[in-house]
Nanobody
């Protein structure tokens, strides 16, 4: 059984920062891609950022220059540092792991950017 536990969400003012974490545990083998998606009310889930096992990263245009994704392979953990947050970043954020044993999703964590 594989479990992904997300943490670090919450309420922040515009211009503020948050750091999301997602730790994977259980029978998971050869993690390839680790990523973050988000879904705002009334919108489809979209890719925010992803990082491969080789360290290559990919970002949505809307977050380039503001968000940074990183991973700790020893801990099976992926992070998302979010700076200069905007109201349009408000969404439920989900981590995703793609591995040889399957594709796994976290339960989602709320990020609200509001004054």
């Amino acid at each position: 059984q594989v479990q992904l536990v997300e943490s670090g969400g919450g309420l922040v003012q515009p211009g503020g920062s948050l750091r999301l974490s997602c730790a994977a545990s259980g029978s998971i083998f050869s993690i390839n891609v680790m990523g973050w998606y988000r879904q705002a009310p009334g919108k489809q889930r979209e890719l925010v950022a992803a990082v491969t096992s080789a360290g290559s990263t990919n970002y949505a245009d809307s977050v380039k220059g503001r968000f940074t994704i990183s991973r700790d392979n020893a801990k099976n953990t992926v992070y998302l540092q979010m700076n200069s947050l905007k109201s349009e970043d408000t969404a439920v954020y989900y981590c995703q792991i793609v591995s040889h044993s399957g594709v796994y999703w976290g339960q989602g964590i709320q990020v609200t950017v509001s004054s």
